[in-house]
C-alpha cells in the first residue's frame, strides 16, 4: 500500500488536533520516527549508493594530526575537515564559552586543496574566533570522553575487545558540544544548500557532518591502538562499531529555535501526523507489517529495558513505559487484533486509553516502522519555503475570532497572577546562549526574549475589546506597533495549525526540557539522559550503519538501538 490509495479526506479525518499534539507534556514525551532527520539521512545515503573515501589521514601516534573524509552523493561531493589537538584537562569544557577543544571540524563544499587545508587549520581549532568563507557549509567541534576513550584504545591495543558493561553506559567516546551551519561565523548561508536535493530536508547537512565525525572518531580510535600495541592490537569489533554514537549535551540554546520558526516546526510536526493519520487509515494488516511491526516491538521492549538514567523522574517514566510496551506485546499476541478492520487504527486507541504519554508517543514510533512505502515520502517535506507574514487588511473581528479558535489555552490564563509569568527568556552576553530567569529575582527582565508568547496575545486581546471589530489590522498596528510581531504570529497560525507551542513558555510550571526532548526527537536522537530540568545528554547514530555497512544493510534496522551482548561480540 501507497499514499495515493489512502483517501486524504479519511487521513484529516484522522489527525490529531494541535491542542493535543503540541501541549508541553506531550512533547516532552516525543521518540524518534521513520521521519526523524537522521533516519531520513540514512536511507537517502543507502538508496542513492552514496561514496565514502578518506582522502587524507594524517595523525601522529597519539591521535593529533588532520584528516579529510569525502562522500560523494549523486551531484556533488562534500569533505569532512577534521583537526585533532592535545589540549590540557583544564581547557576540555562542554560549555559554549569554551576555547579549545579535542577535536575541530568543517564540512567543505566540495574536495578541499592544499591551500584550503592550510587555511582551516589556522581557523577551525579558533571555531567561532576564526574566520571562513561560503565553501565551508558547517563549522562542529567535540571532546573525548576522556575514560571511556582511553579505555577503548587500551583494550584494543591489548589485542581485545572493550568491555561492554563499560561502553554501554555512555555508548560514545566523542560528543559534539556545537554543530553549526546557516551562515554562522561566515559560513555559507543555508540559500547556498537549499535547493540541492540531497541536503534539501532539515539539518541535513549538519547531521551529514556528525556521521562522518562517527566514522572518523572509530578510524582514530584504531589508529591510536595500532600504535600503542602494534602488532597485538586488534580492530574495534563490528558490533561495537554500530554501537557507538556521537554524544551531545544539549542545553536552553534549543528552545528558542521552536518558538522562532513556527512554520518550520509545523512542517516537522504536520509531517508526523500525517504519517500517523494514514497509518490509522489501513483498512488490514499484512503477515508481512504485522511480522515487521512485531520485531520492532521486541526491540523496543529491550531497548527500553537498557535504558537507564540517574534522573529520578524520568527513572520513574522508564518503568511505566516498560509496563506499557509489555501490555501492549500481549495485546498484539490475541491475532483478532491485528486482524481486525482498520487494526493498526484500534492498536492507536488501545494505547491513548490505556498508557502514559511515553507509551502514547513510542506506539506511534512503532506504528510507522512497517510502513515505509506509505509514509517515508513524507520526509522530504520537512522544511520551509514560507514565512510568517502580516496580513493588514484583516479585520479585527477576524482577528479575534482566531484568538478565542487558536489560542483559547492562553485566554484561560490568569497572567495577573505572579506564578504564571514566574520566568523570562534573555540572551546571556557572558554564555553566549539563552537563559531563563527569575522574574522576581533575576536581573535581565528588560532584555526579555519574546518567547512569553501566550501572555503577549492575552494582552493583545484585552487590548482589541476597545477596538471596532471593522477596523482593520493596519490601522490597528500604526497605532501599537508594540503588537505587531504577536498579530504576525496568530495570523501564521490560522494557516499552520501545528505552529504554536499551545502552553505557556513562562510559567512557574515550565519544564524546558520537554522542549529539547521534542526536538531532538526529530533529530532522531536515542536514550534521552536528563542532567536537570534544563539539559539532557542524548546519542547521535547509535546503531547506525557505517559507510561501508550502507551497501548490504536494512538502514531502518537501527530505531531501537541495543546493547550487544557479550557474546556477539
Known sequence: MTSTTISPTSVASVMRPPDQVMSLDRMGASFQTRLSFMRNLVRKMAREQWRFECLRFNINELGYGHSVYAVHTPERTYSLVAFTNEITPEQRSDRVVAEAWDATFNLFDGVPTEADIQRLAKNTPKQEAGRYQSSELVLARANKSVRLFEHVVSCLAAGKQPDIDTVAPVGYVFRTTAVYGSGKFGCADRSKIADRPEIQGAFQVELLTVYLIRWFVIDLIEHVARERGGSTAVSLAPELQNFLGIGNSTGLGMAPFLVKYQVLVHTWVNARETALARVRCVESSTPGTRKHFQRVLAQAIRHAGEWEVDDRQQTIRIKKLRSDLE??????????????????????????????????????????????????????????????????????????????????????????????????????????????????????????MPLAIGRDVSQLFQALQEVSGEQSVGTFVLAHPEFRYVIRRIQTTSHFCYAEIRDNLVGATLLPLNLLRFKLSFFGASKFDPKSDLWTRINMYQGAPLPNQLAHCDPDDWAFPLIPRKEEI
Open 327 to 448: 501490555e501492549l506485546s500481549i495485546w498484539c499476541e490475541n491475532e483478532e487484533n491485528l486482524r481486525q478492520s482498520r487494526p493498526w487504527n484500534a492498536l492507536f486507541e488501545y494505547v491513548q486509553a490505556h498508557f502514559s504519554l511515553q507509551g502514547q508517543e513510542l506506539a506511534i514510533s512503532l506504528l510507522l516502522e512497517p510502513h515505509g512505502e506509505l509514509v517515508d515520502d513524507l520526509a522530504e517535506t520537512l522544511y520551509a519555503s514560507s514565512k510568517a507574514q502580516l496580513e493588514p487588511a484583516m479585520r479585527i473581528a477576524r482577528l479575534k475570532d482566531l484568538i478565542r479558535d487558536l489560542y483559547h489555552w492562553a485566554l484561560e490564563i490568569d497572567f495577573s497572577n505572579p506564578d504564571s509569568q514566574r520566568h523570562f527568556w534573555y540572551y546571556s552576553e557572558d554564555k553566549i546562549e539563552p537563559r531563563l530567569g527569575n522574574r522576581a529575582t533575576d536581573i535581565g527582565v528588560d532584555f526579555e
